[in-house]
């Protein structure tokens, strides 16, 4: 019977297939705490620019890509790690087939309005 407890993925490549054309992606664990998503996109694919109200943590698992992390575009391959504060800005493009773990992490401790907005 699994715990709830932990969440344990033997293989995230093994999670399902990256899609010939478009973006794939599969909630791996949700709760008060944590948001923690992979995603797989083809190449040429693109997560518009956008932001949350979390810090969040992604970790590139295959492929290269390009990620805008405000004002700055940064190249990414697997391997790649980034740390975002709150309400930064960010996009993703896909060069090559590509996957990434998204971790939101919602600790109650990070602002909740947009310094932007005020």
């Given at each position: 019977?699994?715990?709830?407890?932990?969440?344990?993925v033997?293989?995230?490549?093994?999670?399902?297939?990256?899609p010939?054309?478009?973006?794939?992606?599969?909630?791996?664990?949700?709760?008060e705490?944590?948001?923690?998503?992979?995603?797989?996109?083809?190449?040429?694919?693109?997560?518009?620019?956008?932001?949350?109200?979390?810090?969040?943590?992604?970790?590139?698992?295959?492929?290269?890509?390009?990620?805008?992390?405000?004002?700055?575009?940064i190249?990414?391959?697997?391997?790649?790690?980034?740390?975002?504060?709150?309400f930064?800005s960010?996009?993703?493009?896909?060069?090559?087939p590509?996957?990434?773990?998204?971790?939101?992490?919602k600790?109650?401790?990070?602002?909740?309005?947009?310094?932007?907005?005020?």
């Open positions: 019977m699994p715990s709830n407890d932990y969440t344990f033997p293989d995230l490549l093994d999670e399902f297939a990256i010939e054309n478009g973006i794939a992606s599969r909630v791996l664990h949700k709760d705490r944590f948001n923690i998503i992979l995603f797989g996109f083809s190449p040429g694919k693109e997560l518009s620019t956008h932001s949350v109200p979390t810090p969040a943590l992604i970790s590139v698992l295959e492929g290269e890509g390009e990620i805008d992390l405000g004002s700055d575009t190249q990414v391959n697997a391997g790649s790690f980034i740390r975002m504060t709150p930064l960010h996009a993703v493009r896909a060069k090559t590509f996957r990434m773990l998204l971790v939101q992490v600790d109650g401790t990070h602002q909740k309005i947009d310094p932007a907005k005020s």
